[in-house]
């Protein structure tokens, strides 16, 4: 079996950690008998050094033309000055777009091996931590009506936050069928008090539940939810929210499991192409240094061959390779400053696990 695979590395690490990642994944090929068709795509800051765009088409293209994308990360000082469209956070965002992805979905586990480098006290991550946020990723703040305006008190700039039931339906649903498959608890998180998207969204949410009778639904606030995430992780299994919400919260979700360099995301539309990448952005502090962690590319390489690919046997594969990786003491820079291996030699280790 071969399989076509769209790998856009980007900016910062972004190359450095996908690097890892494909070098995991031919591990796992030539042990498991198949072949990946890797095809290198330009995106953010390179492709508009290269091409004055972000998102050239060809990209877009070739990443209709295969069954998966891996995504390394876009951003850097060098391009803040550009104008919004120029910058390579668009090209993000409009890939997203472009290939209908609006599911985010990003699992934040505390594996054994880092509970020491769990920046919460032992007694609130004693029963660990497994939540998956379900992040809706092409509506709300980031995509609704924005700009400047002279206003009585001199320039004013405005964002809005528009969501529609369509939009609001079709992120319940994945996130109910997710929890329907996990410890069946829902919390959607939104700021109902205060927003009338949010109202909105609370209510469409409600209807989509009545489907989903096996899944336990609650709601809470956003700042509440800031809050539970390091008063009490556990109380947690999916977790459903909008566009800005699951971008803040996801962050907060990472750093509590140890390092926003472990986690991996993938995200989703209707059919089976998704794209799949680390939470984490381009790093442009420790680019170039071999010292990132690979383990949040590498597991979402990991998310891919079992979603997009249906190979769900070297997805554990991939995640046992990990998790031994860690229990063998294996740590990068993020993990433990006096005693760390480079990035690549993590690669190395990991692909060298994988059986
Ligand atoms: P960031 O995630 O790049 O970095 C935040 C901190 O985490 C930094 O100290 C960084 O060194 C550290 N870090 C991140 N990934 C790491 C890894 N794998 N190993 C070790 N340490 C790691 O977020 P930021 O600094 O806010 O943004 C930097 C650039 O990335 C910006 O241009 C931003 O727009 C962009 N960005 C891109 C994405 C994406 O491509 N999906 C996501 C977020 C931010």
Known sequence: MSYKIAVLKGDGIGPEVTDQALKVLLSAASKYGILFDFTEGLIGGIAYEKTLNPLPQETIDLCKKSDAVLLGAVGGPKWDKLPNEKRPEMGLLNIRKALGLYANIRPAVLIPALKKECPLKDEIVNNGINITVVRELTGGIYFSEKGKRQGEFGIEAYDTDKYNETEIRRIAKVAFKLAS?????????????????????????????????????????????????????????????DNMFGDILSDEAAQITGSIGILPSASLGDGTLGLYEPIHGSAPDIAGKNVANPIASIL???MMVRISLGLDDIAKSIENAVNISLEQGYRT????KESYISCSKMGDIISQNVV
């Open 333 to 336: 820079q993020d993990l433990d």
């Open 181 to 241: 498959k996990k410890n069946k608890k829902l919390v959607s998180i939104d700021k109902a008090n205060v927003l009338e998207s949010s109202k909105l969204w609370r209510s469409v949410v409600e209807e989509v539940g009545k489907s989903f009778c096996d899944v336990n639904l609650s709601h809470m606030y956003v700042d509440n939810a800031a809050m539970q995430l390091v008063k009490n992780p556990s109380q947690f299994d999916v977790i459903l929210t």
């Open 300 to 302: 979402s390489a990991a």
